[in-house]
């Protein structure tokens, strides 16, 4: 077995998920059977260099996935099980996903036929079925759906490829040495059908269990993130796009806490406001990471009337109250809805080239300081950031974000339509 020395490197911190809203709009449970064999050589490119450079692709494998590791190593590794491999401009990714029987969901199937819509673009001779979606075509999906991510991460801060990466002599100096938003190596994304799989990579990488979903810091400067079906099944999920906005949630923070490898010194309250607004574009049914929300019947994921509502009621946290949390296990239901909404709110107010100066202010060096300092400096950091880039105080961003969220009759969600 390969060894890989990563006990002394520095980690994130582990997002357990906990409190997940139920999926309102059931859909056929996918059989039980043993997973079909995937086809050796992908039926869309057909491996042809031409079409991958179509498609955007490196790679299709073998390829290095992290220091020490190449792709080959690790499905040795893992005992053989069949791997599907791409590597895209900014990830690498594997694929252990079986065939997806679509179901009678109007919301899943009118996504789904852009989506293959999309692909027919990228390999024009192919036919993808929004009737099953096969293995191979489900590494196609999901390389476009977390590269989607990427993209709207850099349109959302005013970024590029070309703010990143060592500087040539005599060019402008870069916002950070790694290639990557900072970091860097490429993100890596495992996507499993079976929660074991995950396990034996996190048991050959880090040698301990771990969760399911995890993000992890993998050896070389990667940040990665693992997923199995089984486990979002088990939550009650067991569609594709529910599926798909778990991967979104959680590639959108691994993107945050990249950003000038930086780690965590992000805002929590953003960090999770953020990744609320990409995994509710996807799908507003399943909202991922946010404990406390849960409500019964069908309008539970309806969260702007809930936000609405909190305002109505004088209950909504205000910015100094978000700005106090500290972990992601401090977020209440209302200081996730919140973060949603405000998140959100400064997305569609301030405009790119405005939350790239805040995100650049939030993301800064901390200086070594005692946990209450630390926490301090945060504190006051990302409220003056916050005036900074409204050009107003506190308390007049609060009033303008009332206004906006509270207005009932229209939907608020970035991305969102009426269901």
């Not at 970091?183 to 890596?188: I, V």
């Not at 805002?267 to 019964?296: C, K, L, M, N």
Request: aromatic share 10%; hydrophobic share 40%; with cysteine.
């Amino acid at each position: 077995m390969i060894a890989l020395a990563v006990g002394s490197l520095p980690r994130l911190v582990l997002r357990v998920l906990l409190g997940l809203a139920p999926l309102l709009s059931p859909v056929r449970a996918q059989e039980d059977s043993k997973p079909e064999p995937f086809e050796a050589v992908d039926p869309y490119s057909r491996g042809e260099r031409e079409r991958l450079d179509r498609a955007g692709y490196v790679s299709l494998g073998p390829f290095p996935w992290c220091q020490g590791m190449t792709t080959d190593d690790l499905a040795r590794e893992l005992g053989g099980i069949p791997i599907l491999w791409v590597e895209t401009e900014h990830f690498r990714i594997g694929s252990t996903l079986s065939a997806y029987k679509v179901p009678s969901d109007r919301v899943e199937k009118k996504s789904l036929d852009a989506e293959l819509a999309a692909i027919r673009t990228m390999f024009p001779e192919s036919k993808p079925s929004l009737t099953k979606l096969d293995p191979w075509l489900r590494l196609h999906l999901y390389a476009r759906r977390v590269e989607a991510v990427y993209d709207e991460f850099q349109r959302a801060f005013d970024l590029s490829d070309a703010d990143f990466g060592t500087p040539l002599p005599g060019a402008p100096t870069t916002l950070a040495p790694g290639p990557y938003l900072g970091m860097e190596s490429k993100f890596t994304v495992l996507l499993c059908e079976k929660r074991s799989t995950l396990a034996r990579f996190v048991r050959l990488a880090w040698n301990r269990d771990g969760h399911d979903p995890m993000r992890e810091r993998l050896p070389g400067a990667s940040l990665f993130f693992g997923l199995s079906a089984e486990a979002v099944r088990s939550w009650g999920r067991e569609s594709d796009i529910a599926f798909h906005s778990q991967v979104a949630a959680d590639v959108a923070l691994n993107l945050v806490n990249g950003f000038r490898d930086r780690g965590t010194s992000a805002p929590v309250w953003f960090e999770y406001g953020w990744s609320h607004v990409q995994s509710r574009r996807i799908e507003e049914r399943s909202t991922h990471y946010a404990r406390g929300t849960d409500r019964e019947g069908r309008d539970g994921w309806k969260w702007d009337a809930r936000v609405q509502g909190l305002i109505s009621n004088a209950f909504a946290p205000a910015f100094p109250e978000l700005a106090a949390l500290r972990r992601w296990d401090e977020l209440s239901g209302p200081a996730h809805l919140a973060a949603w909404s405000k998140t959100t709110w400064m997305l569609t107010t301030f405009g790119p080239e405005r939350m790239r100066k805040f995100l650049m202010a939030i993301t800064d060096p901390v200086p070594a300081l005692g946990e209450e300092e630390r926490a301090a400096f945060l504190r006051e950091r990302q409220l003056t950031a916050l005036a900074d880039v409204g050009g107003t105080p506190l308390e007049a961003l609060e009033e303008a974000w009332r206004r906006w969220a509270g207005k009932p009759g229209s939907k608020r969600g970035a991305g969102s339509e009426a269901r």
